[in-house]
């Protein structure tokens, strides 16, 4: 592949980076001192002791003991170790010394966010999980959701495409709705945003956390059912101006393409396949022959040297009582398709200030401008174009079809041409069968790309009232104005023979108003909290869409210069929702033991009717600090051991604003006898019939889980185990066509969901001057349809007919269709055996599931499993000196996908692989599993030909970079300088079985954008691998 050898020098070039030896300094000593470091409970080994200002140092032995050369009595010792404040203790001409460790309370009682405030980590008693935000700002992507995959166990990123710009799929504890939308809650400073995490730049991330279960979530009731991402951006502190610069620019190339066989080598096969069959080539395929171009569609529609760059300057600091953090970031991201691009701006301010005594303001503004240029046609328009079709037309193409030399080379050019045989007799042929436009000339004859105006700013004023007891009031706004334009020329056009432009605007605006009141307190071995609010959020969307037609010329794309307008396609739409709720919280902690919490939140919404506005979400959970009991005491290796288990229900209510009343729309009515006159007036819409009696889809969810930590924390691991069930499941179900109306949205069963978690984090190895940690996560998630309204089972149909089946009692969704067992391998195999109509010798054998001995509806099954049984990833962090390597190794396992892209590249006959495998005869049978060429050969029958295996692993992301010494920079006005080289997805491995070259791209638009739509390939971008190059400057 060129795209690949291109690319080679870069990959052995950044492999060879990371092999660079490293160059150690050694300094003279001149005295020696041996000491001994203890804690509570004796020695301990591994302490790092180093002199301070130098490199020279050591660790201890396994008594706690060591000996040290140090340059002078005047030397100062530094004494560190994981889990203790570090030390600086002076020799003072002191032969031996006797360290204590102080335990470092910032490590024992960090802190995290949960919903409406913070609480120390061993005190949580719900699932909650924190990402390590520091080893992910090298990494070169322009979504911050794409950081989140393999880190959490539980958290499943599908990066349905490699379109630029484009956010990948999160799903948290699996599938929890059949329709209902299960992407989890975003908060962004304590402000939901609707949008996710498109605007925000990981450099201006302090810590992310994920609340998994219904516990930790349930504050945030009616929308934290698939789970609640808490986000929180850096502030300044007080101290003089802080300056970042960072930078970095890399390559992208794909991974892999499809094996497509070029002209020669397809005429070959055809004739080879026609002269084992003693008949002749026919005369499609012996049209091909005439033509002598390979035409490498895929490398056509794929941009030679795609780019990725990113700029981020920040300023820090402030004064006692005023602090500031202020950022600006650009991002351009060039996709790996042609006329494929994304470009960021956003700018980020915090500003925290302390008006009085017992007043504190927090101001928040973070506006944003993106556009996205996205491709007028999939890449599977490239891939499945003929490789003997040019792109434009040759000398030889123009003398078969008529056409100009030069013009744009259209699959119908090529529609019933005559031509001559060597033996003079002429024929005619249609060797493209299709009228499929080029798809090079829609990428250059149309233009299409969105452009996003995104405002979000939030303040809060704290108040402590009394002592331990705090009022907080926060207000703030989310906007965002998009603006669609699309632009198809008259070359694109030429069956409707009009150019075609499309305006579409939409306004999204959030208010949002939260008012809480929290008291903390402590007497005795009591430590308890407590939290009481209120908030009210309204949300307003309009948008236009306008279509217009006979542009005169394609250099003014705007609307004014259309002739006509579409008015079939030319609309306004307007809604407003709004929701009010009160919320409450206790926590209490007993003896730093005994742990507790409880929560309830109510929720009215304006999406339903009333009397069904309400949902309640309560919460209760319970932990146990087993090792702060006095019968582990003793146990010097155990840091902490706690037990917890939780319950909590949680909502989900994203359904349209429209779901429980009927819409009208304009309709003309006769008046009078005869042909009378049309009176202009309303009539009910017949797409969805509005249901009043729609309600909140609930999910109850119990949590378990141990945390477990040893050896000074350098060991730590959770396991935890979770069961739900969520009911009232929101469903648009059909209705039969008499009634009028297509569907409508009804309440309809329950699904059950349950899974295992390990996260398990490990500090390998710590000197003085190397240290190796690891990071490793694991889940499996298991679901089940329970009920479904009465009914059975519910099939729904994907490209093909009816190829999704949810049924009770089952997975809530698996792939339907027909089993095989390989081809007919000749006319006798296929007279004894059942089969369809249509087959012959060379098709695919079609399984008679019932053994009624005939092939029909009644045999199709359940073939493939669209869910992973298990995702994971490993990460390991190495440092040395001021060299510093990442890498992360990520994985899923188990799950079956329907390559799409196979059919199409096989059915046309134009992948390699396929010649080679293919059934041709009864004396050539191929494979023995891979059909004949013929019509019959792969039919689209909905079968488990292309049901292949999913599983992949990938080397993920990998950063090596060496920081300079801050002891040479400070000289030079510098606080920190740090040089790195990234990668992505460099290496990919996954099973024989699948065909295809991105085994993580779906379909996730149009009618496959429904949950019971899952697994499905077609047209999908290939992986893209990228080398990335920076720098990160602070003074």
Same mark, same amino acid.
């Given at each position: 592949?060129?795209?690949?050898?291109?690319?080679?020098?870069?990959?052995?070039?950044?492999?060879?980076?990371?092999?660079?030896?490293?160059?150690?300094?050694?300094?003279?000593?001149?005295?020696?001192?041996?000491?001994?470091?203890?804690?509570?409970?004796?020695?301990?080994?591994?302490?790092?002791?180093?002199?301070?200002?130098?490199?020279?140092?050591?660790?201890?032995?396994?008594?706690?003991?060591?000996?040290?050369?140090?340059?002078?009595?005047?030397?100062?010792?530094?004494?560190?170790?994981?889990?203790?404040?570090?030390?600086?203790?002076?020799?003072?001409?002191?032969?031996?010394?006797?360290?204590?460790?102080?335990?470092?309370?910032?490590?024992?009682?960090?802190?995290?966010?949960?919903?409406?405030?913070?609480?120390?980590?061993?005190?949580?008693?719900?699932?909650?999980?924190?990402?390590?935000?520091?080893?992910?700002?090298?990494?070169?992507?322009?979504?911050?959701?794409?950081?989140?995959?393999?880190?959490?166990?539980?958290?499943?990123?599908?990066?349905?495409?490699?379109?630029?710009?484009?956010?990948?799929?999160?799903?948290?504890?699996?599938?929890?709705?059949?329709?209902?939308?299960?992407?989890?809650?975003?908060?962004?400073?304590?402000?939901?945003?609707?949008?996710?995490?498109?605007?925000?730049?990981?450099?201006?991330?302090?810590?992310?956390?994920?609340?998994?279960?219904?516990?930790?979530?349930?504050?945030?009731?009616?929308?934290?059912?698939?789970?609640?991402?808490?986000?929180?951006?850096?502030?300044?502190?007080?101290?003089?101006?802080?300056?970042?610069?960072?930078?970095?620019?890399?390559?992208?190339?794909?991974?892999?393409?499809?094996?497509?066989?070029?002209?020669?080598?397809?005429?070959?096969?055809?004739?080879?396949?026609?002269?084992?069959?003693?008949?002749?080539?026919?005369?499609?395929?012996?049209?091909?022959?005439?033509?002598?171009?390979?035409?490498?569609?895929?490398?056509?529609?794929?941009?030679?040297?795609?780019?990725?760059?990113?700029?981020?300057?920040?300023?820090?600091?402030?004064?006692?009582?005023?602090?500031?953090?202020?950022?600006?970031?650009?991002?351009?991201?060039?996709?790996?398709?042609?006329?494929?691009?994304?470009?960021?701006?956003?700018?980020?301010?915090?500003?925290?200030?302390?008006?009085?005594?017992?007043?504190?303001?927090?101001?928040?503004?973070?506006?944003?401008?993106?556009?996205?240029?996205?491709?007028?046609?999939?890449?599977?328009?490239?891939?499945?174009?003929?490789?003997?079709?040019?792109?434009?037309?040759?000398?030889?193409?123009?003398?078969?079809?008529?056409?100009?030399?030069?013009?744009?080379?259209?699959?119908?050019?090529?529609?019933?041409?005559?031509?001559?045989?060597?033996?003079?007799?002429?024929?005619?042929?249609?060797?493209?069968?299709?009228?499929?436009?080029?798809?090079?000339?829609?990428?250059?004859?149309?233009?299409?790309?969105?452009?996003?105006?995104?405002?979000?700013?939030?303040?809060?004023?704290?108040?402590?009232?009394?002592?331990?007891?705090?009022?907080?009031?926060?207000?703030?706004?989310?906007?965002?104005?998009?603006?669609?334009?699309?632009?198809?020329?008259?070359?694109?056009?030429?069956?409707?023979?009009?150019?075609?432009?499309?305006?579409?605007?939409?306004?999204?605006?959030?208010?949002?108003?939260?008012?809480?009141?929290?008291?903390? =307190?402590?007497?005795?071995?009591?430590?308890?909290?407590?939290?009481?609010?209120?908030?009210?959020?309204?949300?307003?969307?309009?948008?236009?869409?306008?279509?217009?037609?006979?542009?005169?010329?394609?250099?003014?794309?705007?609307?004014?210069?259309?002739?006509?307008?579409?008015?079939?396609?030319?609309?306004?739409?307007?809604?407003?929702?709004?929701?009010?709720?009160?919320?409450?919280?206790?926590?209490?902690?007993?003896?730093?033991?005994?742990?507790?919490?409880?929560?309830?939140?109510?929720?009215?919404?304006?999406?339903?009717?009333?009397?069904?506005?309400?949902?309640?979400?309560?919460?209760?959970?319970?932990?146990?600090?087993?090792?702060?009991?006095?019968?582990?005491?003793?146990?010097?290796?155990?840091?902490?051991?706690?037990?917890?288990?939780?319950?909590?229900?949680?909502?989900?209510?994203?359904?349209?604003?429209?779901?429980?009343?009927?819409?009208?729309?304009?309709?003309?009515?006769?008046?009078?006898?005869?042909?009378?006159?049309?009176?202009?007036?309303?009539?009910?819409?017949?797409?969805?019939?509005?249901?009043?009696?729609?309600?909140?889809?609930?999910?109850?969810?119990?949590?378990?889980?141990?945390?477990?930590?040893?050896?000074?924390?350098?060991?730590?691991?959770?396991?935890?185990?979770?069961?739900?069930?969520?009911?009232?499941?929101?469903?648009?179900?059909?209705?039969?066509?008499?009634?009028?109306?297509?569907?409508?949205?009804?309440?309809?069963?329950?699904?059950?969901?349950?899974?295992?978690?390990?996260?398990?984090?490990?500090?390998?190895?710590?000197?003085?001057?190397?240290?190796?940690?690891?990071?490793?996560?694991?889940?499996?998630?298991?679901?089940?349809?329970?009920?479904?309204?009465?009914?059975?089972?519910?099939?729904?149909? =994907?490209?093909?007919?009816?190829?999704?089946?949810?049924?009770?009692?089952?997975?809530?969704?698996?792939?339907?269709?027909?089993?095989?067992?390989?081809?007919?391998?000749?006319?006798?195999?296929?007279?004894?055996?059942?089969?369809?109509?249509?087959?012959?010798?060379?098709?695919?054998?079609?399984?008679?599931?019932?053994?009624?001995?005939?092939?029909?509806?009644?045999?199709?099954?359940?073939?493939?499993?669209?869910?992973?049984?298990?995702?994971?990833?490993?990460?390991?962090?190495?440092?040395?000196?001021?060299?510093?390597?990442?890498?992360?190794?990520?994985?899923?396992?188990?799950?079956?996908?329907?390559?799409?892209?196979?059919?199409?590249?096989?059915?046309?006959?134009?992948?390699?692989?396929?010649?080679?495998?293919?059934?041709?005869?009864?004396?050539?049978?191929?494979?023995?599993?891979?059909?004949?060429?013929?019509?019959?050969?792969?039919?689209?029958?909905?079968?488990?030909?292309?049901?292949?295996?999913?599983?992949?692993?990938?080397?993920?992301?990998?950063?090596?970079?060496?920081?300079?010494?801050?002891?040479?920079?400070?000289?030079?006005?510098?606080?920190?300088?740090?040089?790195?080289?990234?990668?992505?997805?460099?290496?990919?491995?996954?099973?024989?079985?699948?065909?295809?070259?991105?085994?993580?791209?779906?379909?996730?638009?149009?009618?496959?954008?429904?949950?019971?739509?899952?697994?499905?390939?077609?047209?999908?971008?290939?992986?893209?691998?990228?080398?990335?190059?920076?720098?990160?400057?602070?003074?």
């Amino acid at each position: 592949m060129r795209n690949k050898s291109f690319h080679y020098p870069l990959i052995i070039a950044f492999l060879l980076l990371l092999c660079t030896p490293f160059v150690a300094v050694v300094y003279a000593q001149s005295l020696t001192v041996t000491g001994t470091v203890t804690d509570s409970q004796g020695g301990v080994p591994g302490v790092n002791v180093k002199v301070k200002g130098s490199t020279t140092g050591t660790i201890t032995d396994i008594d706690g003991k060591f000996t040290l050369n140090v340059p002078s009595s005047k030397s100062i010792l530094v004494i560190s170790y994981i889990g203790y404040t570090t030390q600086e203790v002076p020799v003072n001409n002191q032969k031996t010394l006797n360290i204590k460790l102080k335990e470092d309370t910032k490590v024992l009682d960090e802190v995290v966010v949960v919903g409406y405030g913070v609480q120390k980590k061993s005190h949580l008693t719900g699932s909650v999980s924190k990402m390590d935000v520091n080893s992910l700002t090298d990494i070169p992507v322009t979504q911050v959701d794409q950081l989140l995959q393999g880190k959490i166990a539980g958290v499943n990123i599908q990066n349905s495409t490699s379109e630029a710009g484009a956010a990948p799929q999160i799903r948290v504890r699996g599938m929890g709705s059949i329709s209902a939308d299960s992407s989890p809650l975003i908060v962004i400073d304590g402000y939901p945003v609707p949008e996710g995490l498109s605007t925000l730049d990981m450099a201006d991330i302090a810590s992310i956390e994920v609340l998994k279960d219904a516990a930790s979530a349930a504050i945030y009731g009616s929308r934290a059912a698939n789970g609640v991402i808490l986000v929180t951006t850096k502030e300044g502190s007080a101290s003089k101006a802080k300056y970042s610069v960072k930078a970095s620019t890399g390559l992208k190339w794909a991974y892999k393409l499809h094996p497509i066989m070029s002209s020669k080598d397809y005429y070959n096969m055809m004739g080879y396949e026609a002269a084992l069959q003693n008949k002749s080539i026919a005369a499609n395929d012996e049209a091909f022959g005439l033509i002598d171009n390979y035409t490498d569609w895929q490398r056509e529609g794929l941009q030679d040297t795609p780019q990725i760059h990113q700029v981020q300057l920040s300023v820090s600091g402030g004064k006692k009582g005023l602090t500031y953090y202020i950022s600006g970031n650009y991002a351009q991201e060039d996709g790996i398709m042609i006329n494929s691009n994304y470009k960021r701006l956003n700018l980020r301010s915090r500003i925290n200030a302390k008006l009085s005594k017992r007043v504190d303001l927090s101001l928040n503004i973070a506006p944003s401008y993106t556009k996205t240029e996205t491709p007028s046609t999939n890449f599977i328009d490239f891939y499945r174009t003929p490789s003997f079709m040019p792109v434009r037309h040759t000398a030889e193409t123009a003398a078969l079809t008529g056409k100009a030399i030069g013009s744009w080379a259209r699959g119908s050019d090529f529609s019933n041409i005559i031509y001559t045989r060597e033996d003079g007799t002429q024929v005619k042929a249609s060797p493209f069968n299709t009228s499929n436009n080029n798809p090079k000339s829609l990428m250059d004859t149309e233009e299409r790309f969105k452009e996003d105006y995104n405002l979000q700013a939030n303040s809060s004023i704290n108040v402590q009232i009394m002592e331990g007891l705090t009022f907080t009031t926060s207000n703030g706004f989310y906007i965002k104005y998009r603006q669609n334009n699309e632009y198809r020329n008259y070359e694109s056009r030429k069956d409707e023979e009009s150019a075609m432009g499309t305006y579409k605007n939409r306004l999204y605006v959030d208010l949002l108003s939260e008012n809480t009141l929290n008291y903390t =307190g402590k007497k005795g071995k009591h430590d308890y909290a407590a939290l009481l609010g209120y908030t009210a959020q309204t949300t307003s969307e309009t948008t236009a869409n306008i279509v217009g037609l006979g542009f005169p010329t394609d250099y003014v794309h705007t609307l004014n210069a259309a002739t006509s307008f579409d008015v079939s396609q030319t609309n306004t739409v307007k809604f407003r929702t709004a929701m009010m709720s009160a919320l409450a919280r206790i926590n209490y902690s007993y003896a730093d033991k005994y742990l507790f919490s409880a929560s309830l939140r109510t929720d009215g919404s304006s999406l339903f009717a009333d009397g069904h506005q309400w949902g309640w979400f309560p919460s209760v959970s319970l932990g146990w600090r087993v090792s702060e009991e006095s019968f582990l005491k003793g146990i010097s290796w155990l840091n902490m051991l706690k037990l917890r288990a939780s319950f909590g229900v949680t909502g989900n209510n994203n359904i349209p604003a429209n779901s429980y009343y009927n819409l009208l729309y304009a309709s003309n009515y006769p008046l009078g006898s005869g042909t009378g006159a049309l009176i202009p007036g309303l009539n009910k819409a017949t797409s969805t019939k509005g249901n009043y009696n729609i309600t909140w889809e609930q999910t109850y969810e119990y949590n378990a889980g141990i945390d477990f930590s040893a050896l000074n924390n350098r060991i730590n691991l959770t396991l935890e185990g979770y069961y739900s069930i969520t009911k009232q499941l929101l469903f648009k179900q059909p209705v039969v066509s008499f009634m009028g109306y297509s569907d409508y949205w009804n309440n309809i069963g329950r699904i059950r969901n349950s899974g295992i978690e390990i996260e398990l984090n490990t500090h390998n190895i710590r000197t003085k001057d190397f240290e190796w940690t690891t990071s490793f996560n694991i889940s499996s998630n298991f679901n089940k349809l329970l009920e479904l309204s009465g009914e059975e089972r519910l099939i729904s149909t =994907g490209e093909r007919n009816e190829t999704y089946l949810a049924q009770v009692g089952h997975r809530a969704i698996s792939f339907f269709g027909y089993k095989t067992d390989g081809v007919y391998l000749n006319q006798a195999d296929l007279d004894s055996s059942p089969h369809l109509a249509s087959a012959t010798p060379g098709s695919l054998k079609i399984v008679d599931v019932n053994d009624d001995g005939v092939i029909n509806d009644k045999d199709r099954t359940v073939i493939g499993n669209p869910f992973p049984k298990a995702t994971w990833g490993i990460s390991n962090t190495f440092r040395w000196k001021g060299f510093d390597l990442y890498f992360l190794i990520q994985g899923v396992s188990g799950l079956d996908v329907f390559n799409g892209d196979g059919y199409y590249t096989e059915s046309k006959k134009f992948n390699r692989n396929y010649a080679k495998d293919r059934w041709i005869s009864a004396e050539y049978p191929g494979d023995g599993r891979t059909p004949t060429v013929g019509s019959a050969g792969i039919s689209w029958e909905f079968t488990d030909y292309m049901i292949e295996n999913g599983s992949f692993v990938a080397l993920r992301d990998v950063v090596l970079g060496y920081t300079f010494d801050k002891k040479k920079l400070k000289k030079a006005g510098l606080n920190s300088l740090r040089l790195y080289a990234s990668g992505q997805n460099l290496l990919y491995f996954w099973g024989k079985s699948y065909r295809g070259i991105n085994p993580e791209a779906r379909v996730t638009s149009g009618s496959y954008a429904s949950p019971l739509v899952n697994g499905y390939q077609r047209g999908g971008f290939p992986i893209q691998s990228t080398v990335n190059f920076g720098f990160e400057l602070n003074f």
